[in-house]
């Protein structure tokens, strides 16, 4: 079913609030309401993240919106969700697939179907509408050649003697980064998705060998001051660490596995402008919004054309033959439990 992504990559490089169809709102009457909002808040959706600071430029010019957001993770997320149910601030999102089945079991998302729905693949998107993929990102090691020498290729070397406390990760029960490193480790040693102690058993070793840091956050500081010598991470994310620090920073996506995470967008419930949030999603997958996101080395899921400067930029797509993708929103919703309950009893909490 996912086949078709890496295809592309080689051709290319309740408040009574009731959002069901894009196609019940013309774009001039989305367009007026939003402007009459004039604010679009998010969750989760910093400039620095697959060039949203651009993007989100676009989207107020368009639709006459101030745009503020308060960076935080998936978990976070959620949880500002629900505390905010009587008070409700957020208009849109974005969360990652390991997320998407708390937010649809806690009724937290509107139904809408944006503007481009219909070219969308069912792969990427939720039937009645609650949220779509706009973009996916690889599992990749972030290598700092000034103090790595000898380059990883994929996650046994990672064990090695020679990395010793050098690779940063995060903590998969609140990181879509780390559950993905945890999968991802698992499907290199023969798990997968209905298996995944493979990949729990796989970084105890590396916290055993000394080789995984501790009391480390894995970030831009951290990187920039040479703390995270090999860091697990988007491929994405990793060439904009490497633009934004100007560090020598090398992306490998690990040979042997690598696990493709997608990336959702959706319209808050209770979004106190509704209006707003529509016009955002619409932009997110409409074609520009699309060649923007791979613009931040972002992999777009629509079919779009991307311009040859921005192909160019990206890995080339034999970098992405062992990455796999979730099978469905059932199955990769249960690995994450599993990964969560094995990491649980790994660190002892």
């Given amino acids: 079913m996912f086949k078709s992504i890496l295809k592309q990559a080689a051709s290319v490089a ?20 939003a402007h009459k909002e004039g604010n679009l808040i998010s969750y989760g959706m910093s400039d620095d993240w697959v060039n949203l600071g651009n993007i989100f430029g676009r989207i107020e010019e368009i639709y006459g919106v101030e745009h503020v957001d308060t960076d935080m993770t998936s978990a976070e997320e959620i949880t500002r969700l629900l505390a905010e149910k009587n008070a409700p601030v957020m208009d849109i999102a974005d969360i990652g697939y390991d997320f998407l089945g708390r937010l649809v079991g806690e009724n937290l998302a509107a139904s809408y179907k944006n503007s481009s729905w219909d070219s969308i693949k069912p792969e ?65 040693n023969g798990g997968d998705e209905t298996n995944v102690q493979p990949g729990i058993d796989w970084f105890t070793k590396l916290r055993d060998t000394g080789n995984l840091r501790d009391g480390v956050v894995l970030n831009v500081a951290s990187i920039q001051k040479g703390e995270c010598p090999i860091s697990l991470v988007y491929d994405f994310d990793g060439f904009a660490k490497r633009d934004a ?8 996506i690990p040979s042997d596995a690598s696990v493709g995470m997608l990336f959702s967008q959706y319209i808050n ?34 079919d779009v054309t991307l311009p040859a400067e921005v192909a160019a930029k990206l890995l080339p797509a034999s970098a992405y033959a062992n990455v796999h993708f979730p099978t469905n929103l059932e199955s990769f919703s249960g690995a994450v439990a599993k990964i969560v309950e094995g990491w649980n009893a790994v660190v002892g909490q």
């Avoid at 509704?274 to 699309?290: H, L, M, R, T, V």
Wanted: contains cysteine.
């Fill in 124 to 188: 990427f998107k939720d039937p009645d509408g609650r949220w779509a993929s706009g973009y996916w990102g690889a599992i990749s090691f972030l290598v700092n050649t000034d103090q790595v020498k000898v380059l990883p290729a994929t996650w046994n070397d990672l064990l090695k003697p020679e990395y010793k406390d050098q690779v940063c990760s995060r903590d998969p029960r609140v990181s879509t980064y780390a559950t993905a490193s945890v999968l991802a480790a698992a499907y290199a």
């Fill in 14 to 33: 309740v408040l009574g609030l009731s959002i069901a169809s894009a196609h019940a709102q013309s774009t001039t009457e989305i367009t007026e309401a």
């Fill in 245 to 252: 620090t100007g560090l020598p920073l090398e992306v490998i």
């Fill in 269 to 302: 419930a209770l979004a106190p402008n509704p209006n707003a949030a529509k016009g955002a999603i619409d932009f997110i997958f409409s074609d520009e919004g699309q060649v923007m996101l791979a613009e931040g080395y972002a992999h777009p899921t629509r």
